[in-house]
C-alpha cells in the first residue's frame, strides 16, 4: 500500500490513492486511526484519499481525521492533494477537486505554494456569545460548504503569551459545547497588525490543537471582514506551522469568494508495511 505524506504549514497528512489501492471505503476509518498514530505508526492530522469523480471534478478527496471521523474538508489537505494531484499527473496546474462540502478549485502558484477556494460560506453567525465556566465568549460561528464544516470564531487577548493546557482545555469544553451542536473547530485568534493576525486551532476529530487550519483561517478573516476589522484581501494568519494567507471576495454581506494560500512540502514518500494492519 503506496502513501504520500504531505503537509501544509504543519498540518500534515498522509495521502493514499485508492484509483491504484482499490481499498474497500468501509476500511477508511481504521486506517486512518491506525496509521495517524504517531507512535505506533505513521503519525499525522488527517488521511485523505483519492477517489474517481462523479460530479465533473479531475478527482475526488475523501477526508478523515486522526480518530477516523469522516470530515467535510480540510482547506490545508486541499492544497496538498492539489499539488498530489498535480505532480501524480491526476490533474493540471489548475483543478478541481471533489469534497465532501462540494466542489474545491485549486491551482499552483509555485513548486510548493497552491492556492484553492474553499467552500462559500453557507451559515454566519457574527453575534453568538458562549459561557463556560462563568465566563462568556463573544463568539462567532461559521459553516463552510453542504454539508457545513463548523467553526467557532473566538477572540483572545495576548494569545501568543497564553498557557497551552488552559487554553487547550477551554478549546475542548467550546468544541462539545451544546451551542455548536455538530461540535466545532474552535479558532482562537488576536489582531496583531493590519491585515494580519495570530491564530491557534482545536481542532474537531484530531481534539487537540493542530499547527495550522486553513479552513478556521478562512472562517475568522470571513468574520472579521464582515466585521470591518481587515481589508479582506491578502490577510496574513500567524499559525504554529507557519503563515497562510486569505483573500475574501465579497458582495455587500455576502462572501461570494474564498480563497487560500500557503505552502506544501513533500515529507516522504513510501510503502505501508505494518504487520499487524488488516483491512
Known amino acids: 500500500m503506496k502513501f504520500w ?22 476500511a477508511f476509518p481504521r486506517l486512518a486511526r491506525t496509521l495517524c498514530e504517531r507512535h505506533l505508526s ?28 469522516m470530515g467535510e474538508m480540510c482547506g490545508n489537505g486541499a492544497r496538498c492533494i492539489c499539488r498530489y494531484g498535480c505532480e501524480a499527473g ?7 477537486v471533489e469534497t465532501t462540502a462540494g466542489l474545491v478549485t485549486g491551482e499552483r502558484i509555485d513548486q510548493r505554494r497552491y492556492r484553492v477556494r474553499l467552500n462559500d460560506p453557507t451559515t454566519i453567525r457574527l453575534d453568538c456569545p458562549v459561557e463556560v465556566d462563568g465566563v462568556t465568549y463573544p463568539c462567532a ?3 463552510l460548504g453542504n454539508p457545513g464544516l ?8 495576548d494569545l501568543r503569551e497564553a498557557d497551552r493546557d488552559k487554553l487547550r482545555e477551554l478549546g475542548r469544553k467550546l468544541r462539545w459545547h451544546p451551542a455548536f451542536p455538530k461540535g466545532a473547530n474552535v479558532n482562537f485568534y488576536e489582531l496583531i ?4 493576525i495570530c491564530e491557534h ?3 474537531r476529530g484530531v481534539e487537540d490543537f493542530t499547527y495550522a487550519c486553513g479552513t478556521g483561517t478562512g472562517s475568522v478573516v470571513t468574520v472579521l471582514t464582515l466585521q470591518g476589522r481587515v481589508s479582506g484581501h491578502n490577510v496574513r494568519a500567524q499559525m504554529p506551522g507557519g503563515e497562510l494567507v486569505i483573500d475574501v471576495e465579497r458582495d455587500g454581506d455576502r462572501i461570494t469568494d474564498l ?9 516522504c514518500k513510501g510503502e505501508i508495511t505494518d504487520e499487524e494492519l488488516s483491512l
Open 259 to 267: 480563497y487560500l494560500t500557503g505552502p506544501t512540502n513533500i515529507v
Open 193 to 196: 497588525g493590519e491585515d494580519q
Open 5 to 26: 505524506k504531505m503537509n501544509g504549514a504543519g498540518n500534515d497528512f498522509l495521502i493514499l490513492n485508492n484509483l491504484e489501492e482499490h481499498i474497500p471505503e468501509e
Open 201 to 203: 486551532t482545536f481542532e
Open 90 to 96: 491526476l490533474a493540471g496546474e489548475v483543478q478541481r
Open 150 to 157: 463548523p467553526h467557532a470564531v473566538v477572540p483572545f487577548q
Open 141 to 143: 460561528y461559521v459553516e
Open 42 to 69: 505513521i503519525g499525522a492530522d488527517g488521511f485523505m484519499v483519492v477517489e474517481a469523480p462523479t460530479q465533473g471534478g479531475d478527482y475526488k478527496m475523501l477526508f478523515f481525521n486522526s480518530d477516523g471521523t
